[in-house]
T-cell receptor, first 114, second 113 residues
Framework: KAGVTQTPRYLIKTRGQQVTLSCSPISGHRSVSWYQQTPGQGLQFLFEYFSETQRNKGNFPGRFSGRQFSNSRSEMNVSTLELGDSALYLC?????????????FGEGSRLTVL | AQSVAQPEDQVNVAEGNPLTVKCTYSVSGNPYLFWYVQYPNRGLQFLLKYITGDNLVKGSYGFEAEFNKSQTSFHLKKPSALVSDSALYFCAVRVLSTDKLIFGTGTRLQVFP
């Protein structure tokens, strides 16, 4: 069974630009959550989607947004990029509730903002 | 405040020796606790979880963790470390009130041959 797939794996943007990251969950998984990983802050929760609805969100500014499609694939978008947005963005899927079950992570999209 | 702490940024251990990676938590109610491992340039992989039941939880790759309610700890252990265990380890706890998973800052485990 294919794992969680994130694209692109690496990307470089400049300040002020926007970026869209994609995540394809494991087949049959309906929950997709996103995390930002930085050396100083560790893993920070961005948001979680379940059946196309945002079920939970973290403490990030409105520049960070996401959505989920009917096939459970998810995208996250960051607008007006700042240097501090440079990070590894991880997507995770699970069958249902993310907090009682095991999360399956993708390898991440590494964003560098110049 | 609800939180999870990994007090050690790095743990060094010789191959064949037992290892412990520490985790303490502070949440309201009964905690749901997790350990994940991250190898270089990879996503996180689930190791084990504690929801309820036996305080000693066994997981993948020979790892286990002990839930200690009185000390609010969930330390990760392995009887005999391997060089291939070298990685970044994250403890996580479910925050009941917000239904979110909070991750610790991670502990880098270095196993020397």
């Amino acid at each position: 069974k294919a794992g969680v797939t994130q694209t692109p794996r690496y990307l470089i943007k400049t300040r002020g630009q926007q970026v869209t990251l994609s995540c394809s969950p494991i087949s049959g998984h309906r929950s997709v959550s996103w995390y930002q990983q930085t050396p100083g802050q560790g893993l920070q929760f961005l948001f979680e989607y379940f059946s196309e609805t945002q079920r939970n969100k973290g403490n990030f500014p409105g520049r960070f947004s996401g959505r989920q499609f009917s096939n459970s694939r998810s995208e996250m978008n960051v607008s007006t990029l700042e240097l501090g947005d440079s990070a590894l963005y991880l997507c995770a899927s699970s069958r249902d509730n993310i907090n009682t079950g095991e999360l399956f992570f993708g390898e991440g999209s590494r964003l560098t903002v110049l | 405040a609800q939180s999870v702490a990994q007090p050690e940024d790095q743990v060094n251990v010789a191959e064949g020796n037992p290892l412990t990676v520490k985790c303490t938590y502070s949440v309201s109610g009964n905690p749901y606790l997790f350990w994940y491992v991250q190898y270089p340039n990879r996503g996180l992989q689930f190791l084990l979880k504690y929801i309820t039941g036996d305080n000693l939880v066994k997981g993948s790759y020979g790892f286990e963790a002990e839930f200690n309610k009185s000390q609010t700890s969930f330390h990760l252990k392995k009887p005999s470390a391997l060089v291939s265990d070298s990685a970044l380890y994250f403890c996580a706890v479910r925050v009941l009130s917000t239904d979110k998973l909070i991750f610790g800052t991670g502990t880098r485990l270095q196993v020397f041959p």
